[in-house]
């Protein structure tokens, strides 16, 4: 049974930074591409990050977070993170984690992943 549980999520001000992890049990980690989506109340999910399988050199970067949010990947420690710099009152939101089928592309599209975390929750206060 594949499990993904995120953590890190919590209370900050504007301008400060957090960092959450996922852990992943029940698959072979490297295997899987992984991301990182968020939904704020009353919005769609959306993309945030995602990594490639295997050493995770490759990574793909929402726009709206693109040099604040860093990815990466502890193929060791079956756990991906998100780095979250520079955090604004926008980025409210829960923070789901999300992997691939083996082998599946980092995508930012939802669809392509197949395991999905409960989700985390990220207030950042004005």
């Known amino acids: 049974q594949v499990q993904l549980v995120e953590s890190g999520g919590g209370l900050v001000q504007a301008g400060d930074s957090l960092g959450l992890s996922c852990a992943a049990s029940g698959l072979v980690f490297w295997q899987h591409a992984m991301g990182w989506f968020r939904q704020a109340p009353g919005r769609e999910q959306e993309f945030v990050a995602a990594i490639r399988w295997g050493g995770g050199s490759t990574t793909l970067i929402a726009d709206a977070v693109k040099g604040r949010f860093t990815i990466s990947r502890d193929n060791a420690k079956n756990t991906v993170y998100l780095q979250m710099n520079s955090l604004k009152p926008e980025d409210t939101a829960v923070y789901y984690c999300?992997?691939?089928?083996?082998?599946?592309?980092?995508?930012?599209?939802?669809?392509?992943?197949?395991?999905w975390g409960q989700g985390t929750q990220v207030t950042v206060s004005s």
């Open positions: 999300a992997a691939s089928g083996p082998f599946g592309r980092s995508s930012i599209n939802q669809n392509e992943y197949r395991y």
